[in-house]
């Protein structure tokens, strides 16, 4: 038995309705490809940002928790200033906004460390970041972290509870809070925290 072959191929009717079923199929996928990505960029515009709130607030919680050294030459070993304290120096390049300073209680022998951190504005790599500095008995700087990555301006002033945040003795604060502002260079209007902390020593 001889088959015969057919070269004639697809009719222009069968194009037509192929073409128009493919853009039927294709167009609100392409649709959902382009809404995906755009929420992905945005998704991880706020992840970027979620995560400075996040470092920044646990560093400055457990910093504030700390806050206090203490008189050791006093009876009643009295809480000394310990709110941007120049004795107590932890620097290095940038703008300084906020210094804290407490005892080391893991000091071995003698009297205890004295640990300062010093959070400070600073350009670098393209970004303007608030960064963190940690000092331990001395001004050399032992530990630099980048806690807030895309900061916007310079935070103003700590504000402290009770105030001022100058006080020794009993009237050091209890609570000191700092407000920043935070903006991925894609987004269009920052983000505004307020990073606070509650002393632990009485």
């Given at each position: ?44 515009r ?12 646990t ?6 928790q ?16 310990s ?16 210094s ?7 000091t ?33 700087v032992?530990s ?59």
């Amino acid at each position: 038995m001889h088959l015969r072959s057919d070269d004639r191929g697809f009719t222009l009717p069968e194009v037509l309705i192929a073409v128009t079923i493919l853009a039927i199929v294709i167009v609100p996928l392409a649709d959902a490809l382009i809404g995906f990505v755009r929420n992905t960029d945005a998704t991880t515009r706020r992840m970027n940002e979620s995560h400075d709130v996040q470092l920044a607030s646990t560093y400055f919680a457990r910093d504030v928790q700390n806050l206090g050294i203490r008189d050791w030459s006093s009876p009643n070993l009295a809480l000394l200033q310990s709110i941007n304290n120049a004795s107590y120096p932890c620097t290095g390049p940038g703008t300084p906004v906020l210094s804290l300073a407490w005892d080391d209680p893991t000091t071995v022998s003698g009297l205890p460390t004295v640990i300062s951190v010093t959070y400070l504005v600073r350009d670098s790599g393209g970004e303007h970041q608030l960064r963190r500095l940690l000092c331990r008995g001395s001004a050399t700087v032992e530990s630099d972290v980048v806690v807030v990555h895309n900061l916007v301006g310079t935070p103003g002033p700590p504000v402290c509870e009770p105030s001022p945040c100058t006080g020794a003795g009993a009237s050091v604060p209890q609570r000191v809070t700092l407000t920043v502002s935070i903006k991925d260079p894609a987004n269009s209007t920052p983000t505004t925290i307020k990073l606070t902390g509650q002393r632990g020593q009485s």
